[in-house]
């Protein structure tokens, strides 16, 4: 398989992990009807700096920019519209998480059931995102290219792809799995 399709499945391993945190989160909130901020903060920054300006980045700035260059069919084009709205709404749901979090803090307990319902929306979004992205749109979406275009979107990821930043997430996942096992 390709470089580029293989970092940006490798990205959404770790991604999974954090879905599986969120997942538990979700459970612990209901149950204890409270957070624990500084946790949320850890996994709202996540999303912000790996989920979003980390693998969204290369998606969109490089991978979809490059494949609208290419006359792709109907079907493709629709599932990159989507995806690239999804992103807008996990960065949209995001926000609104953490707003909802920010009003809890201040109001004590009241926008409990707001957080549950974006952190909910949240979790049925992005798995699914991911599975579409995995198992169809890039495997298929990487054959628009010849190898030239693949390698020279190879050096652009090596360039956004500091390992030291990546071991940096992988150390956040773990110590937020540590904590929801
Ligand atoms: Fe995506
Ligand atoms: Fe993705």
Redesign the pocket.
């Known amino acids: 398989m390709s470089q580029v399709v293989d970092i940006?499945i490798r990205?959404?391993a770790l991604i999974k992990r954090w879905l599986q945190i969120l997942t538990k989160a979700i459970v612990r909130v209901r149950t204890t009807q409270s957070i624990d901020p500084m946790m949320f903060d850890i996994f709202v920054d996540f999303f912000e700096s790996y989920v979003d300006r980390t693998?969204h980045d290369k998606?969109e700035r490089i991978f979809f920019a490059e494949l609208q260059k290419k006359q792709i069919s109907p079907e493709h084009k629709e599932v990159m519209d989507r995806l690239i709205t999804e992103h807008v709404q996990a960065r949209e749901t995001v926000g609104k998480i953490v707003l909802k979090k920010n009003e809890y803090i201040q109001k004590n307990g009241e926008s409990i059931n707001e957080l549950l319902k974006y952190m909910e929306f949240f979790a049925e979004l992005y798995p699914e995102?991911?599975h579409v992205?995995d198992d169809k749109f890039f495997v298929e979406a990487i054959n628009y290219f010849t190898p030239e275009e693949v390698a020279a979107m190879e050096a652009q990821f090596a360039q956004t792809q500091p390992e030291m930043a990546m071991e940096k997430y992988i150390a956040i996942v773990e110590s937020l799995e540590a904590q929801f096992k």
Do not use: S
């Open positions: 940006m990205e959404h693998h998606e995102h991911i992205e």
